[in-house]
């Protein structure tokens, strides 16, 4: 019976995709491996690809290998060391180190590592080797083992060779590991050898510590930031939306929202998924659409106001609708058309950026001829199925009376013309279930709202018939 190594074809098609190699190249390579019967003839094929492709194309294979933690990585690497380029890499050594002991292969960890070690002339490329190991075994759930490598680095004299770039990896492994206080040590002793360390590790010392849930830890590392002379940006921004939202801080996320617009430090896609997707009641209105859903920004922070259990969540969300950075970024707008991109937004991101995406519409009524919303048809999501944000855009377009419909050209985009979008533009709509009234003692506003409902619906209906416009 034959020996198939899928996992080995799948990681090397999308590896050697990205390297450089050819179509055919690689469609060769996949066959290949497919008709091996044992591990022998397997590392044959691997050989001859090393041998015939460029050190990108190998080394981009070789990674995504050990990315996927695939036992052909080992036989990989192995080629590679025999190439003619080669050049000895501390990151991928310590990666087959780890991937070997996880295999249950100890000996043979052990020796790569004596070998490497032993190749290593400088205390500081030493170092820097030590670092990359404790990053690979943590990464796989070795903890002690990473941690005797954590004791060998101590172990060398202070201030470690390398300087400030040992103290670099240092502090990231430290943080892959969870050592927050460690991290954070490691950061001041840096600092005091007079080295200077950047926003990026003070990041990753903030969210170390964020992750754990010690907010108030994180919040002094961010603070600390300043003392080192490194102004705030949106990377380290970013990492305390990212902890606060974990954690459904909204009172902390609505001072931090405000600081960033004192600061001038405006919020990315990242971070504006980042703060809806911790407000549980928009997050419900998007997934669940039921009949009351909000067709506006102003109706959705009302009925936040009124229905969210949450106090500061409507705040929240009133905050980061007063900032249109991330609309402007995605939203192009060109002599013939003007597109709003939903590609990286979540379901509740991308609900809430349409209702501000039509508010902006509103005010400015120099349309282009073609009015688009691109959501894509869900290749990189990682539900299956009906692409959600395609889903989620036709639904709330739909009840708002909407003249957008999926292009024929292209399913993951929705359009309309100009003249039919002016129209829909100057029409007034709301959700299709009246807002609470405090007043149950007469049906009055429930008769008034009736027939408003009724055209709109009827509009809608009509509109069906209308030819699809491309």
Avoid at 35 to 41: D, K, P, W
Avoid at 63 to 72: A, F, K, Q, V, Y
Avoid at 114 to 132: N, Q, T, V
Avoid at 168 to 193: D, P, Q, Y
Wanted: proline share 4%; glycine share 6%; aromatic share 6%.
């Amino acid at each position: 019976r034959r020996r198939r190594f899928s996992p080995a074809s799948a990681s090397l098609r999308r590896a050697a995709s990205g390297g450089g190699s050819s179509w055919r190249s690689e469609r060769r390579l996949m066959s290949e491996l497919e008709r091996t019967v044992t591990a022998g003839a397997a590392e044959r094929v691997i050989r001859g690809y090393v041998g015939t492709k460029s050190e990108r194309a190998a080394l981009a294979a070789l990674s995504r290998l050990l990315m996927d933690s695939d036992p052909l990585a080992v036989p990989f690497y192995e080629a590679v060391t025999q190439a003619r380029w080669f050049k000895w890499s501390s990151i991928h050594a310590a990666a087959v180190a780890a991937l070997l002991e996880a295999n249950g292969a100890e000996e043979e960890s052990r020796s790569l590592i004596a070998d490497s070690a032993a190749r290593l002339e400088s205390g500081a490329d030493l170092a820097l080797f030590y670092c990359d190991l404790m990053a690979a075994f943590s990464s796989r759930g070795l903890k002690r083992r990473a941690m005797d490598f954590y004791a060998q680095l101590r172990a060398m004299p202070t201030p470690l060779a390398g300087g400030g770039k040992t103290y670099m990896a240092m502090i990231k492994s430290l943080c892959m590991m969870g050592l927050a206080a460690e991290a954070e040590e490691a950061l001041r002793v840096m600092l005091s050898l007079g080295y200077q360390p950047d926003a990026f590790q003070f990041g990753l010392v903030a969210k170390c510590y964020g992750k754990a849930g010690q907010l108030a830890e994180m919040e002094r590392v961010i603070a600390s930031m300043s003392d080192a002379g490194i102004r705030l940006g949106t990377g380290a921004a970013n990492i305390v939306l990212s902890c606060y939202s974990a954690c459904r801080e909204h009172g902390k996320m609505l001072a931090w929202l405000k600081k960033m617009r004192k600061l001038r430090v405006t919020p990315t896609t990242k971070g504006y998924n980042f703060v809806l997707n911790s407000c549980p009641t928009v997050v419900s209105m998007a997934r669940e659409l039921d009949p009351s859903l909000p067709l506006s920004a102003a109706q959705l922070v009302r009925k936040l106001k009124s229905a969210s259990p949450w106090p500061a969540e409507a705040e929240v969300v009133q905050e980061l609708l007063a900032a249109s950075s991330v609309l402007t970024k995605a939203m192009v707008w060109s002599e013939t058309e003007v597109k709003l991109n939903l590609h990286g937004f979540s379901i509740t991101s991308a609900y809430v950026l349409m209702l501000q995406w039509v508010d902006a519409l509103k005010v400015d009524r120099t349309l282009p001829l073609e009015v688009s919303v691109v959501c894509g048809v869900g290749k990189h999501s990682d539900v299956r199925g009906e692409p959600k944000v395609r889903e989620l855009a036709q639904e709330v377009l739909s009840r708002t009376g909407s003249p957008l419909r999926l292009s024929a050209r292209n399913k993951g985009r929705l359009v309309a013309k100009r003249d039919r979008v002016k129209h829909w533009l100057a029409t007034e709509w709301t959700s299709m279930v009246p807002e609470e009234s405090t007043d149950q003692s007469t049906n009055s506003s429930d008769q008034q709202q009736c027939l408003p409902n009724l055209l709109r619906k009827l509009g809608q209906f009509f509109s069906s018939f209308v030819p699809v416009s491309r």
